[in-house]
């Protein structure tokens, strides 16, 4: 069983949609998720980060985590354009553990 | 701009050739990385340097070989590839190795093609 599951899309929604991105883990000791987006032709840059279980919001941007179904969540309200990009989750045990990403999402908003 | 500059963006070079992929970062961090991004697959870490020291190769072949001459610039030397490390490799920066407390600063990567 892979670490992490990430469906690769790809996915298209008209602008303004709610986009929900989701990630499912299989090992329990992992705390820290975060949420990475890649532009066409550019590194991945991190959008969220978050700590053991619960929510984080920033501007039109959720995180989800619940660790008790493995399973976390990047929500997107009012989808613009400019968020079409490739999503990776990526998730840490913490201290010299390595990061372990996800495949990314590839997520289409159309206008 | 992250900060971290990859050179050069595309590469293409046969299996007998030997060419060098640069990264250099502008953000006074300690740690550098190299992955490798594969169509459909996970970010794969290949190499750490922490102050200039490697600190982990996860099992890379010996046909890639870093050099980190200091803390701002990395180097991914290439020798007698296989079409398939075909990849986007990507260098990334933290100001210390734990990813846990960091973010990642990622360059826009060098996308290699091996004919």
């Known amino acids: 069983q892979k670490e992490v599951e990430q469906d690769p899309g790809p996915l298209s929604v008209p602008e303004g949609a709610i986009v929900s991105l989701n990630c499912t883990y299989s090992n329990s000791a992992f705390q820290y998720f975060m949420w990475y987006r890649q532009y066409s032709r550019k590194g991945p840059e991190l959008l969220m980060y978050t700590y053991s279980s619960g929510n984080k919001e920033d501007g039109r941007f959720t995180a989800q985590v619940d660790k008790s179904s493995k399973y976390i969540s990047l929500f997107i309200r009012d989808s613009q354009p400019s968020d079409s990009a490739t999503y990776l989750c990526?998730?840490?045990?913490?201290?010299?553990?390595?990061?372990?990403f996800g495949k990314g999402t590839k997520l289409t908003v159309n206008p | 701009e992250t900060g971290v500059t990859q050179t050069p963006r595309h590469l293409v070079m046969g299996m007998t050739n030997k060419k060098s992929l640069k990264c250099e970062q502008h953000l006074g961090h300690n740690a550098m990385y190299w992955y490798k991004q594969s169509a459909k697959k996970p970010l794969e870490l290949m190499f750490v340097?922490?102050?200039?020291?490697?600190?982990e190769n996860n099992s890379v072949p010996s046909r890639f070989s870093p050099e980190c001459p200091n803390s701002s610039h990395l180097f991914l030397h290439l020798h007698t590839l296989q079409p398939e490390d075909s990849a986007l490799y990507l260098c990334a920066s933290s100001q210390d190795p734990d990813p846990t407390n960091e973010k990642l600063f990622f360059g826009s990567g060098t996308q290699l093609s091996v004919l």
């Open positions: 340097y922490n102050f200039k020291e490697q600190t």
């Open positions: 990526a998730i840490a045990q913490g201290g010299s553990e390595k990061l372990v």
